[in-house]
């Protein structure tokens, strides 16, 4: 069965090929960074007008790629959300039209199921229950997976992102745009004991695993202040007080991970436990986790499938589109789409928490 996956939530026009669920036959991206950069994150009428020259072309070249007409595509599979309400429509209009012109089945695909299904590719079968910890630019949710397509939260992130406090605080420093690369690269040189931060892991109450990025954000900005750090100027060196800095920060933010990854996995006893969304790109997070005692093995995307892609996306949609469901031309982008269908007893909402999507 051949799937035609199409992304476009963000700032990545993606499409891609995949043959029965786990086979990659084409995964192409065409990245907006270039165009964000100078802003130091995603300006939402630039995404939407970019994706709308990209896709196009993006979808031809996935179909050429894995070798293949639309004629011989079996179903597509599009992100119906969340994301930005701009960039959703511009991938589910043109992937609503092609399903009507070649006579496809469609689904609506949730962004995060697919980062689910970004680890299907190169590892074993997942096996459930499985516990999936998705760190990206936008999310930082914990899921209980107690089967296939069943999903409860755990927790969730009750300010930032932690992809978001990557790119904030090297826009903050001067490193450029998104954050989380520059950061990974050059905390490996510092010593995260030397910048002291007043700054402790916030201990969420129980029975919610939830996260919290943004008092670490502003401690850093009050180290920054407190000590007289100058952002970095276009192309200098950053010196080793940024260096120590930044070691402090990606530390604190992997530490504050795995202590709910652990407590959820503790609780939950799964038999895989999953990493994706673009932060999982992040190598001392990956060191960390494939050192903790989670009792289950630890599955990653590869790098090129971590970030947003298509591929992830017609995986998600693959099991639906196998079952022959169909969701016609009538659905709409979803900004704030939830990705939760299993309400734990005892898991309360958090009250006056800010949901980011
Ligand atoms: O999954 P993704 O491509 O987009 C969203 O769905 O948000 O994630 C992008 C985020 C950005 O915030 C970027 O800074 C972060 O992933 N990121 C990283 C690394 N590579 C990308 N964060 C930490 N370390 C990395 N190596
Ligand atoms: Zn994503």
Redesign the pocket.
Known sequence: MLVLGIES????TAAAVIKDGREIKSNVIASQIETHAPFGGVVPELASREHLVRIAPVVASALEEAGVTIGQIDGIAVTQGPGLIGSLLVGIGFAKSLAMMAGKAIVGVN?IEG?IYSVGFENDAIEYPAVALI?????TTLFLIPEEGRYAVLGRTRDD????A??KV?KLLGLG?????V??RLAKFGDPAAAEMVFTIPRMESPNLDFSFSGLKTAVLRYVRENGIAAVTDGDEPDGRIIDLLASFQDKVIRSLLVQLRSAARRHRPRTVILA???A???A?RASADAEELGAPVYYPSPIL???NAAMIAAAGYSRLVKGENDGLEFAPSVSMKLENVFLEGYEAPVGARYKV
Do not use: Q, R
Not at 135 to 139: D, E, K, W, Y
Not at 177 to 181: A, D, E, F, R, V
């Open positions: 939530s963000c700032d990545e962004h980062h760190v990206s630019g936008g999310h992102a932690a992809g978001e990557y790119d090297a745009y998104p954050g989380g690369p950061i990974d969304g673009g932060v790109c992040n190598s997070l971590t970030t947003d």
